[in-house]
């Protein structure tokens, strides 16, 4: 109970000023985004940021379209591709959590197509040395690759075949016939390791992929625009590609459906729609140890084992590559107070979608435009301009009224006579020290309050 009322009168205060400091820090994005949109860079990008469980920046700027005036909105549904990898992986562990399923269970057993994958070694196809499992997609780490990751020899075997697919089933007899550009466990290699994990889930779970992630992950987030199903035109933001030197709608490859990232299928790793509202409380709900507004989708020590570098040190990577399971962690971002950032989480999407998680800083960020090809610079120019404005110190806390400040020494009073009551009421043998420790806190925050008021 003391924990209960433990400065429950300064919170409305508290509260109050950091969400002031924290919009006000976040000015820098603003004047970004617009930067963006001025420059042509896109043609409209939305922004949400939460600290500590409280929203303290949610811009749109720019227009929805190149070909109209309509200014794009905070809740515009958008393809968020590769951001879809997170929540499949989840799904997954879900299962693990349940009993359902293990890590380090070989993929056949749950999808019989993997029994006899093949990986390329020397020209040719040979059985890989141990078979593929959940651990191995999860990580990314089967030897499965995409068109753009393959090596030069093998894109031929993954460039558009999966166009015919129109369900994971499907899907999955086309990627098993798909040769291994790696042997499973040695290399970090970027691919369709996760449309593999939908249709186990699919498969463990004995129902469609999207029916369980409405169950168990869209609804208890209130996730209520995501899903695969494509909405109608005018309800999205269309994808713009360079052309002439100008961002164009990329009608032929998106309208068309001529390349893997419009999938017929429930593609668990680029298939999903969604906001910058949904993917929020999906990313709050992952730094918040599993569990956002009383409803946990995981226990916290999965949440920790996913976020934790799963690449040990007999994987070759490139440029020392960290990624758990389902989740990048990327390096810390030079800022001018130092590195920021570190172990914070991160990904992004094939049209310019971003996201990242800072446990450290209680933070979530997620960026959105609608552009081909994948521009990394953006993701860049997003993690620094956030980490940056969150390390700098706030010098503009309002100051305090003089009715707030007689309010508070009133309240300091009645918070005393709260911790003696209690602890007579419980019968603390360590009400003295609790006591003590308790008002040294209080006052030291009462005295900060106040310097800050100028009194």
């Not at 990898?85 to 019989?112: F, N, W, Y």
């Not at 994990?197 to 999207?210: A, C, I």
């Not at 409803?295 to 490139?318: A, S």
Request: glycine share 8%; proline share 7%.
């Amino acid at each position: 109970m003391i924990k209960l009322i433990r400065y429950a009168s300064l919170l409305v205060f508290s509260l109050t000023l950091s969400a002031t400091a924290a919009a006000d820090q976040l000015k820098p994005v603003l004047t970004w985004m617009d930067s963006l949109v001025e420059s042509g860079r896109v043609v409209g990008c939305m922004v949400q940021i939460t600290q500590d469980g409280e929203t303290v920046f949610l811009e749109a700027v720019g227009d929805r379209s190149p070909e109209s005036d309509e200014d794009v909105e905070v809740d515009q549904i958008i393809r968020i591709y590769s951001m879809s990898k997170a929540i499949t992986s989840t799904a997954v562990m879900q299962l693990v959590e349940q009993g359902r399923l293990g890590i380090d269970d070989p993929v056949s057993m749950h999808v019989p197509e993997f029994a006899d994958i093949r990986v390329a070694i020397d020209g040719g196809l040979q059985p890989p040395r141990r078979p593929i499992t959940i651990r191995d997609l999860l990580t990314h780490t089967t030897g499965l690759a995409y068109a753009f990751s393959a090596p030069p020899e093998l894109v031929p075997h993954y460039e558009n075949k999966l166009i015919p697919a129109g369900d994971l089933e499907e899907a999955m007899v086309i990627i098993a016939n798909m040769p291994l550009a790696e042997e499973p466990g040695s290399t970090f290699v970027y691919g369709l390791n996760t449309d593999v994990l939908g249709r186990v889930v699919e498969v463990v779970s004995e129902r469609p992929f999207e029916t369980y992630l409405r169950k168990h992950i869209f609804e208890p987030l209130s996730m209520d625009s995501t899903g695969f199903a494509s909405p109608p035109d005018t309800d999205v933001m269309p994808i713009v590609t360079p052309t002439d030197g100008e961002l164009a709608v990329d009608v032929e490859h998106y309208a068309s459906g001529t390349t893997i990232y419009k999938p017929r299928f429930q593609s668990g790793g680029a298939g999903l729609w969604s906001t910058i509202g949904d993917y929020t409380r999906f990313c709050q709900a992952i730094e918040r140890d599993g569990e956002l507004n009383g409803n946990r989708i995981l226990r916290p020590e999965t949440v920790v084992f996913m976020t934790q570098n799963q690449l040990g040190p007999g994987v070759k990577t490139v440029d020392g590559q960290r990624f758990g399971l389902g989740f990048g962690i990327p390096p810390a971002v030079e800022t001018s107070t130092g590195p920021q950032g570190e172990g914070r989480l991160s990904w992004g999407g094939a049209a310019s979608t971003y996201f990242f998680i800072d446990p450290k800083q209680d933070l979530t960020a997620v960026f959105a435009t609608q552009q081909f090809p994948f521009n990394g610079e953006l993701n860049d120019e997003f993690h620094r301009v956030v980490l940056e404005c969150i390390a700098a110190p706030s010098s503009d806390i309002p100051p305090l009224s003089r009715e707030q400040i007689m309010q508070l020494t009133v309240d300091e009073a009645k918070f005393e006579l709260q911790i003696r009551a209690e602890a007579r009421k419980q019968g603390d043998k360590h009400a003295p020290e609790t006591q003590k420790r308790l008002r040294l806190e209080f006052l030291e925050l009462l005295d900060f309050l106040r310097n800050q008021s100028g009194k």
